[in-house]
């Protein structure tokens, strides 16, 4: 009788296992099929779907910047060896190797070394821009820094609060950008980038400036806004009269007299998406400042 329950208990554990280990290959195929990747076309812009085409230059490293609207206090870096980095909580991270990270209450950055795979994770809801760039920081043979190859970028991203984002970036060079929607760590929602870029237009990366001319009359002021871009040029211009709701500015614009003063601001995106501080200019009719 007793080896009887011991046998039944053994074939009871067994086929525990068998299910336990066949969903598990079911789930993890399914993720992998679905990892969200995107490498990088020769062309300015892309709006549709970016797979299948020319992978930046395999033997640079990926230089990534984040940038947060509020402080940062999670983040991630896993490897294709289910190995993490924890940056912000002790005891439980590992050295991940060729990978570097630093970060400041705003924003994080991290370094993938040519070859490695890497997936960093993060709660979606303040990330505002990334920025992705290979060469820059590197030298050549002789000895001369690198100048940038390749570069992506997404700004104004809007992601659901309660998702986390993950960024990969494969070790044959290609990268993709997904979030989930439960935090179940499937990461099916794919996002573009708002601009990739290869060759002479990888190497912008200046913000553009800008400039404010005032005309006043009697009663209005002609505001005429300047920006100014000499690698890949101005894509567009915004501007906003009570700092909040911005619109694309085309022309010069009135202003109608106020015995207050009046607070212009604005900013521009190259066509790089590289994006200008913020400027601003006070329209003061008693002073007519310009």
Same mark, same amino acid.
């Given at each position: 009788?007793?080896?009887?329950?011991?046998?039944?208990?053994?074939f009871?554990?067994?086929?525990?296992?068998?299910?336990?280990?066949?969903?598990?290959?079911?789930?993890?195929?399914?993720?992998?099929?679905?990892?969200?990747?995107a490498?990088?076309?020769?062309?300015?812009?892309?709006?549709?779907?970016?797979?299948?085409?020319?992978?930046?230059?395999?033997?640079?490293?990926?230089?990534?910047?984040?940038?947060f609207?509020?402080?940062?206090?999670?983040?991630?870096?896993?490897?294709?060896?289910?190995?993490?980095?924890?940056?912000?909580?002790?005891?439980?991270?590992?050295?991940?190797?060729?990978?570097?990270?630093?970060?400041?209450?705003?924003?994080?950055r991290?370094?993938?070394?040519?070859?490695?795979?890497?997936?960093?994770?993060?709660?979606?809801?303040?990330?505002?821009?990334?920025?992705?760039?290979?060469?820059?920081?590197?030298?050549?043979?002789?000895?001369?820094?690198?100048?940038?190859?390749?570069?992506?970028?997404?700004?104004?991203?809007?992601?659901?609060?309660?998702?986390?984002?993950?960024?990969?970036?494969?070790?044959?060079?290609?990268?993709?950008?997904?979030?989930?929607?439960?935090?179940?760590?499937?990461?099916?929602n794919?996002v573009?980038?708002?601009?990739?870029?290869?060759?002479?237009?990888?190497?912008?990366?200046?913000?553009?400036?800008?400039? &404010?001319? %005032?005309? *006043? $009359?009697?009663?209005?002021?002609? =505001?005429?806004?300047? +920006?100014? @871009?000499?690698?890949?040029?101005i894509?567009?211009?915004?501007?906003?009269?009570?700092?909040?709701?911005?619109?694309?500015?085309?022309?010069? &614009?009135? %202003?109608? *007299? $106020?015995?207050?003063?009046?607070? =212009?601001?604005?900013? +521009?995106? @190259?066509?790089?998406?590289?994006?200008?501080?913020?400027?601003?200019?006070?329209?003061?009719?008693?002073?007519?400042?310009?």
């Amino acid at each position: 009788m007793k080896i009887f329950i011991n046998s039944l208990v053994l074939f009871f554990g067994l086929v525990c296992f068998l299910f336990f280990f066949s969903y598990h290959q079911s789930v993890s195929g399914e993720q992998n099929e679905n990892i969200l990747i995107a490498s990088a076309p020769i062309k300015r812009e892309i709006s549709a779907n970016v797979n299948g085409v020319e992978k930046p230059g395999a033997s640079e490293s990926f230089y990534i910047r984040m940038y947060f609207s509020e402080m940062l206090e999670h983040i991630e870096i896993h490897d294709d060896q289910s190995r993490k980095y924890v940056p912000y909580i002790q005891g439980i991270s590992c050295f991940l190797p060729d990978t570097d990270f630093n970060a400041t209450a705003y924003d994080a950055r991290v370094r993938v070394g040519a070859g490695q795979t890497r997936h960093i994770l993060f709660p979606s809801s303040n990330v505002y821009k990334i920025e992705i760039v290979r060469g820059i920081g590197e030298k050549s043979a002789d000895g001369t820094p690198k100048k940038p190859t390749f570069a992506a970028r997404y700004i104004d991203l809007s992601i659901p609060s309660t998702a986390w984002t993950r960024l990969t970036i494969q070790a044959d060079g290609k990268f993709g950008l997904g979030y989930d929607t439960d935090k179940s760590y499937r990461f099916l929602n794919s996002v573009n980038p708002t601009v990739i870029l290869q060759g002479k237009d990888a190497e912008d990366l200046k913000e553009p400036n800008l400039k &404010f001319d %005032v005309k *006043y $009359s009697e009663s209005t002021a002609i =505001v005429s806004i300047i +920006a100014i @871009d000499e690698e890949t040029g101005i894509k567009n211009i915004r501007y906003s009269l009570d700092g909040k709701h911005f619109r694309f500015y085309s022309e010069p &614009f009135s %202003v109608n *007299y $106020s015995s207050e003063p009046i607070k =212009v601001e604005a900013f +521009a995106d @190259d066509k790089a998406a590289n994006r200008s501080p913020g400027y601003s200019r006070i329209i003061n009719f008693k002073t007519k400042s310009k």
